[in-house]
């Protein structure tokens, strides 16, 4: 990423990794479009933005509402301009098994993050390809990747946001955007308070190989990532042999992921 201001949009940017994902880009004197649904929570991470020394504009949203993503995408163009990137991080939804999962709730984890990504995405990406530049990145979980139990809508979610970004990495190679598919580990943010059932089902894993995330670790992951146009960012970078081991020994990597859920269902009961 060459220096100078760039317009960085972030969805999701009232909260934990999205909110450290803005100041990060203020901290280069960037403009930060930010969207959210909480009014408030937005406007102090504008006002977060501006003390790292950058500029910022809120725009209250809720993504699961197509149209009204739509017309924000349309107000941004007109008011802002298409941003030269765009961060899709915004994302909710409980760990739970499937009987306590209505499709309500299953339908929601699908629009956000994935349909909102879609949206967004498919709203800017003609102006990016017209420009000749542009850099799109999409936050995630391991839960793209590998499966643990409790959690089937959840990792449904992280799938199509995986399999979305990588399709599309391999259409828009020829016109010089880039689409960054960052998949973070545990974080620590306010997520799991949001999505309670959450926390007590992370599987356990020793945290010398796998630690906890601040939100501004997660935060630069993302900007290494778009600045130096990489396709694929894994934090903590052990993930990647677990992916590895997971697509080579599946029933293997399957039983000690169910074994390490079980322990810290019982460490927390
Ligand atoms: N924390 C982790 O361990 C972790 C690990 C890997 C990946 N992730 C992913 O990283 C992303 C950010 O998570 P986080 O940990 O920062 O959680 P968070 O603190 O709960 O933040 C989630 C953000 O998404 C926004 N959001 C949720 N639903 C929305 C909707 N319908 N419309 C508009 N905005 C919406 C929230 O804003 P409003 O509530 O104001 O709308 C908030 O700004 C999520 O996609 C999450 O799945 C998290």
């Keep these: ?149 409790n959690a089937s809508a959840y990792i449904a979610s992280r799938h199509a946001l995986a399999g979305f970004a990588e399709g599309l990495q391999s259409e828009l190679k020829p016109t010089g955007i880039v689409t960054t598919l960052v998949v973070l580990g545990t974080t620590e943010t306010p997520y799991f308070e949001n999505n309670p059932g959450s926390r007590e089902r992370i599987p356990e894993a020793d945290s010398r190989l796998l630690p906890v995330l601040t939100a501004d670790q997660a935060a630069n992951a993302v900007y290494e990532g778009l600045a130096q146009r990489r396709r694929f960012v894994v934090k903590p970078g052990f993930y990647r042999v677990l992916f590895v081991l997971n697509a080579l020994f599946p029933k293997t990597v399957a039983s000690q992921i169910r074994r390490a859920a079980k322990k810290a269902r019982k460490a927390g009961a």
């Design 1 to 149: 990423m060459s220096r100078g201001r760039k317009s960085v949009l972030v969805t999701g940017s009232s909260s934990g990794i999205g909110a450290a994902i803005a100041k990060r880009f203020g901290r280069e004197g960037d403009h930060v479009v930010l969207l959210a649904r909480n009014e408030e929570r937005l406007e102090r991470t504008a006002q977060d933005v501006r003390k790292a020394g950058g500029t910022a504009t809120t725009y209250q949203i809720d993504l699961q509402d197509i149209s009204a993503t739509l017309s924000v995408a349309a107000r941004i163009t007109e008011e802002v301009g298409t941003p030269d990137l765009l961060v899709n991080n915004a994302g909710a939804g409980r760990w739970l098994p499937l009987l306590e999962t209505n499709t309500e709730e299953a339908s929601a984890m699908i629009a956000v993050p994935y349909l909102a990504a879609f949206a967004l995405t498919r709203a800017f990406v003609p102006s990016m390809i017209e420009r000749g530049s542009g850099g799109i990145a999409f936050v995630t979980s391991p839960a793209s990747y590998l499966a643990w139990p």
